[in-house]
Each structure stands twice: as structure tokens, then as C-alpha cells.
């Protein structure tokens, strides 16, 4: 239950829909996630009933230097209003949701009828009731767009304020981009940052997703992403997981179709009193797909970690192969990590396997170092960093794989204050 | 250049060294051999600096210097080499960029500038055709997935690029097969100089037909129990060490 005086202020909005009253009333109900529901065990948000939410956002203007690199154009979602920032290229259209299922009456009903998101919460409710008329990004048949597009994510408030965003990615058969998401904020208010992010992969498509969350100590971000895969499309995603007071991250892939290819990759290095928490759900339903994950993290100063993995393997999802890994190095005596693998399958021919491992650097391989002359600082900076450069080196695009690689190796070295000759 | 005095040593309330005593000169081989479990192994950890041991009675001068009370960094910087026994899997760290933060740590150490990439690669290639190593093997993570006779190979590599002036080799014959022992007591030979000195840790007496010692000093339950020159390996490897024990026990 949500507290009396945030029931009382977020009554107040008016001119919601009935949809949006009912999505309300749920959030009303439910309130903000606690330890005790089994999702958030690790990352309570009880603590967000404290606040004097503004929860109509001010409209944000922002200047964020363009990248050196050819990019093909750049979409802002600017507390929640999402916008493109020059031409679009051709093949490609920005428009609110009414509109797309106004032109597009077929996929409208497929929409409706989609299987519905599991582990719904609470905060989706919000995003529900309050992210009305969002933006939808439609990539037409067969348009392949080599130069990755930049979005923009940036969270503001001159109070405290709670931003509800929303955007929807539609690819349909054939194409392909590159989707790079610069999360951003610019507050030393408290923000809670709520943000929905669905994509439909159509038949044949190919998504890259790399989503950069570096915001301010005073955010807290929580991100669902809902990725639904049609026949032989093919996901990679990447969310790397910088900076920001709380950072949660639903990520859920549910494959609706065979010969899928669903890759996700995850790094995240939480600093001094900093949460990031990963739950991942693949949802094979279908036969002959194959999921891939690839987790890995360094806690550092009193971060928390939490990683929930589920893979579902349903009965028609017959010659299944999912695998996951998720691999933690505790950098600090006083960092914690929570992780938990979840299988559940009901097909009986496919292959699944899991490990997740927490440990320290190992002193075997740090004495090793230091009997060659190599100072301890050093050594554990050259493990640490050959550690996390697993990840980014499955980024393609050698620009963006730089720019995080540089940022990445900063954060771990001015959270250890380690340096490198 | 080593003096070791009445050293003691013990991990956790096991005392595993109990009074070693060792002299070693510039330009000597000295080979330290015992049955399983003397001590030998230990003695080679201690003096790298390794933090399980915890050294209870005795010293050890390095160049003058306490040994003990210096970290692992700067033992190897003062010019300690220890080849491991076992050397350790670094995983996404190759051989290269390794070897490039050791030689420019210690660099810094002595008070000297780091090297360039070029000067750093001439050397490099001139270490490499030391011991015959390749240059693929150098470029992939250290020791990952690397045989036996690769991981020692590229342990006397290191030992080429470091140029130490005290080399300890803990039991670098073990796991070798007989052309890998030849190249790497080869690659040692070759970096014999009169300025600098080698322990050989060993078990058996076969690593010292490619690498002649000047002394062999037998380790029994973390005491040295005799000390000779080469023919004491030959007698060792043809009587055992029992004739040795059997006179003290």
C-alpha cells in the first residue's frame, strides 16, 4: 500500500483514462516494492514513501555533446518525452503509440493477445498509468541501418520527482539497427527514474541493444525491458550498469519463435553505496531457439549486487539450448552479492546449464604477480579489468566499445583508487 | 648475495623450516634436493615473500638488505626470481602486457624511466629466441591452457626478461618430458652469468645432468642434513636418501 500522503498528492492528476485509473489503482494497492516481496528481497524500495514525489515532471531541455563517430541520427527521451533530434533515416518513423496502432490495425491485434509480462510489478503499474501516449520507434521491412542510433535517456527535476517514460521499439521483418541508449541524468534531487522499454522483433530481425546507465547518486533507475522475438531473429543485448544510487533492471526475452538467437550480456560495477540488481527472464516457448548469458560483476566499496536469472523452458520448446553464466568478484570486504539461478523446464530434449560463482581475486594469482615485481595495486587493477573486458569485447562497434571501456576502467579505479603505469 | 641464518618457518602451528642455514655467492649454482615434504618448497615460498608462511626465528640478507622485511614486488625488483612449481593460470592478462607492467614497476622501483614500446619489443624479441619461445604463445592469456612444458618455458622466458640476480627454480624438471628439460636447463645455462647466482629445487638428480651445480645440500625435515658438491647428487640418485636419514634418525 502506497503511503497516505503520496495517495493523496498522486490523486490529484486528473484526465486519466479509464485504463490508466485502473493501472492506477493497482500501483495505489500494491505500493512501492518491498524486501518481502520475493523479487525485491535484496532491494527494497520502501524507502521512496519517505519522499514529496513532483509527479508531473518540468519539461527538460538538455546539450549532450554529440559522439565523434558516425551515428545514424539521435531520439531523446527527455523526462519522458521522446523526440528525435534531426532527420530520421529513411525507412524509419517516430510516432506515439496511437498513431502506430492506427496504421498498423493487424499488429494492433497481435499486440493485445501477446502473452502477458511476468513478475509484473508494481512500478510497470505506474509507468502504465502515467506514461501515456508514448513514443513508438518503427523500423520498417528490410531496412538495415549500419551507424548505431543514439537515444538519449535523461532524468531531471528541480524537486523531487518521480518520471515515468515509455518507448516502444517495432522491427519489422528483415531489418536491422543498432540501438545505443546513453542513460543520463542531471539532479541532485532525489529522481525516480521508472522506465518501460518494449520491443517486437519481427521474423529475420536483428537488435544490438547497448544500454550505458551512468546517473547521479541521487537516482534511483529501475529499467524494464521486454523483448519479444519472433521466428530466426536474432537480440544482442548489452546493459552495462555504471553509476547510480539504485539501479534495477528487468530484462525480459520471451522467444515466440523457432530458430531464435537471444544473447544477453550484462556487466555491472556497483561503487560505495550503490544497489544494482539484474533480474533476467528467457521464456523459450518455442522449439529449436537458443538463449546465451553472460553476466559478470565487481562490487566494490559496500555496493549489493543482486543477480535473479530464470529461464523458462516450456513443453513445445523442444531442442532448447540455454545457457547461463554469472561470474562476481567481491572487490571489497564489505560489498555483498546475492545471486540465484532459475531454471524451470518442462520440455525434456534440450540442453540448459547455469553456474554462478562470488569470489575475491585470487591470492595465487596475485602473489604470482607481485613474485615478478608487478605492485599488488597493479595486479589486482590488470585482473580486475582483464576480468570485465570479457563482456565489452563482445561489443562490435569498436567506438562504443571504447568509450565504456574507458569509462568502466575509470570507475573501478577510482572506486579502488587503483591506477595503472 | 643470499645469507640465510637459523631460518624458522611455519604455516599456521606446523613448523615446516626449523633452522636453515645457506650461503650463496654470485656465480654459483647451488642445487637443494630432499625427499617429499622436507621443507624444500617452502624454503623457495619463504624467500619469494609468499604470506602463508609466517617466519618465526632466524633472517635472511639479500645484498645486505632484510629479505623478510620486503613485500614480493620488491624482492623481485631487488633481483629475487622465483620459477614456479606451478605457475598460475592469469586469466585475459597475456604474457606481453605482463611482462610489460613487471619490467616497468620494477623499473620505476630502481629509479629508472619506463621502457618505450620499442625498446620493450626489441628486448623482448631478443628474450624470446633465448628459450625458443614463440611469439603466439606470448600474445594469449598467461599460462591458460598452457602444457606443462609451455608454462615452464615461459617461466624461464620471464626469467630471461627479468634478468634476476637470484634465481630460485622449484622443481622446474617436474612434469617435463626429457626435450622440454633439455630446452629449458638450456635457456637457464644460457643466462648463467658470474654476477648471478641459481638455486635449483629438485627432487631428482636428472635436471642436474643439464645444469651443473657447484654445491647440493640435502633438506631433511626443514633442516639442511648435508652438503657436498656434485657427486653427492650422483650418490644420492644411486643410494637414495635412506643411507643419509637412517644416520641421523
New interface residues.
Given amino acids: 500500500m502506497l503511503e497516505k500522503t503520496l495517495v493523496d498528492s498522486i490523486k490529484t492528476i486528473d484526465s486519466l483514462t479509464q485504463a490508466q485509473q485502473l493501472a492506477l489503482g493497482k500501483f495505489i494497492d500494491k505500493g512501492f516494492p518491498t524486501s518481502k516481496w520475493e523479487e525485491w528481497k535484496y532491494a527494497s524500495l520502501k524507502h521512496l514513501n519517505e519522499r514529496n514525489w513532483q509527479w508531473s515532471p518540468e519539461t527538460l531541455s538538455v546539450n549532450i555533446p554529440k559522439p565523434a563517430w558516425k551515428h545514424s541520427v539521435i531520439i531523446q527521451t527527455l523526462n519522458g518525452n521522446t523526440h528525435s533530434e534531426g532527420a530520421l533515416p529513411q525507412g524509419i518513423a517516430l510516432l506515439s503509440v496511437s498513431e502506430f496502432m492506427a496504421q498498423n490495425p493487424t499488429f494492433e491485434s497481435v499486440w493485445k493477445v501477446r502473452n502477458p509480462i511476468l513478475d509484473q510489478n508494481s512500478l510497470y503499474d505506474l509507468n502504465e498509468a502515467l506514461a501515456s501516449d508514448y513514443a513508438v520507434l518503427w523500423v520498417k521491412k528490410g531496412v538495415k541501418i549500419a551507424e548505431p542510433l543514439l537515444h538519449h535517456y535523461v532524468v531531471s527535476g528541480q524537486q523531487d520527482t518521480a518520471v515515468q517514460s515509455k518507448i516502444f521499439i517495432y522491427l519489422e521483418e528483415d531489418s536491422e539497427i543498432t540501438w545505443f541508449e546513453q542513460q543520463r541524468s542531471e539532479s541532485s534531487h532525489a529522481i525516480l527514474s521508472n522506465y518501460v522499454q518494449e520491443i517486437w522483433v519481427s521474423k529475420n530481425a536483428h537488435l544490438t541493444l547497448i544500454k550505458d546507465q551512468d546517473l547521479q547518486q541521487s537516482i534511483t533507475h529501475v529499467d524494464h525491458t521486454f523483448i519479444f522475438q519472433q521466428e530466426s531473429s536474432l537480440v544482442d543485448a548489452f546493459t552495462f550498469s555504471i553509476n547510480a544510487a539504485y539501479l534495477r533492471n528487468n530484462l525480459h526475452f520471451y522467444i515466440d519463435g523457432p530458430q531464435v538467437v537471444s544473447n544477453l550480456n550484462g556487466l555491472y560495477v556497483p561503487g560505495e553505496d550503490q544497489l544494482m540488481d539484474t533480474h533476467s527472464v528467457v521464456d523459450h516457448r518455442m522449439p529449436h531457439s537458443e538463449s546465451n548469458e553472460l553476466y559478470k560483476g565487481v562490487l566494490m566499496g559496500n555496493a549489493t549486487g543482486v543477480f535473479n536469472g530464470k529461464i523458462f523452458v516450456r513443453p513445445d520448446a523442444q531442442k532448447t539450448n540455454a545457457f547461463q553464466s554469472c561470474k562476481n568478484v567481491l572487490a571489497s570486504d564489505r560489498a555483498t552479492m546475492n545471486t540465484k539461478p532459475q531454471l524451470e523446464i518442462w520440455a525434456d530434449d534440450v540442453k540448459c546449464s547455469h553456474g554462478t560463482t562470488t569470489g575475491q581475486l ?4 596475485l ?10 595495486a ?1 595486479a589486482q587493477t ?2 580486475l ?3 570485465v ?2 563482456v565489452i569485447d563482445k561489443l562490435e562497434h569498436a567506438e562504443i566499445r571504447a568509450e565504456l571501456s574507458d569509462k568502466i576502467v575509470n570507475k573501478i579505479q577510482a572506486s579502488l583508487g587503483l591506477t ?2 | 648475495m643470499l645469507s640465510v641464518k637459523n631460518l624458522h618457518a611455519r604455516i599456521g602451528e606446523k613448523e615446516i623450516l626449523k633452522g636453515i642455514n645457506l650461503e650463496v655467492h654470485a656465480g654459483e649454482v647451488h642445487a637443494i634436493m630432499g625427499p617429499n615434504g622436507s621443507g624444500k618448497s617452502t624454503l623457495a615460498s619463504v624467500l ?4 602463508d608462511y609466517e617466519v618465526s626465528e632466524g633472517s635472511v640478507e639479500f645484498f645486505g638488505k632484510d629479505l623478510l622485511d620486503l ?3 620488491a ?3 631487488e633481483g629475487l ?2 620459477a ?1 612449481q606451478y ?7 597475456s604474457t606481453t ?3 610489460k ?6 623499473r ?2 630502481r629509479g629508472q624511466d ?1 621502457m618505450d614500446a620499442v625498446q620493450f619489443l626489441k628486448m623482448f624479441k631478443e628474450k624470446m629466441a633465448y628459450v625458443n619461445i614463440d611469439q603466439s604463445l606470448l600474445s594469449r ?1 598467461l599460462n591458460e591452457g598452457f602444457s606443462g612444458g609451455e608454462k615452464k618455458r615461459n617461466e624461464i622466458f ?1 626469467m630471461a626478461v ?1 634478468e634476476p640476480k637470484l634465481a630460485i627454480l622449484d622443481e622446474t624438471d617436474s612434469g617435463l618430458d626429457i626435450d622440454a628439460l633439455r630446452i629449458v636447463a638450456e635457456g637457464v645455462n644460457k643466462l648463467k652469468t658470474p654476477q648471478n647466482a641459481t638455486i635449483l629445487v629438485t627432487h631428482y638428480q636428472r635436471l642436474l645432468d643439464y645444469i651443473i651445480p657447484d654445491f647440493v645440500h640435502v633438506l631433511y625435515k626443514g633442516k639442511i642434513v648435508k652438503s657436498g658438491n656434485k657427486d653427492l647428487a650422483l650418490e644420492l640418485e644411486e643410494r637414495g636418501y635412506d643411507w643419509i636419514i637412517s644416520a641421523l634418525d
Fill in positions: 585470487s591470492d595465487e594469482a602473489f604470482y604477480m607481485r613474485s615478478r615485481g608487478i605492485s599488488k597493479t590488470l585482473l579489468l582483464a576480468f573486458q570479457q595503472l603505469l | 619469494a615473500g609468499r604470506s613485500s614480493p614486488e624482492r623481485a625488483a626470481f622465483l614456479f605457475p598460475v593460470e592469469i586469466p585475459g592478462v602486457n605482463f611482462m607492467s613487471a619490467i616497468n614497476e620494477i620505476t622501483y619506463p592469456a620471464q627479468l
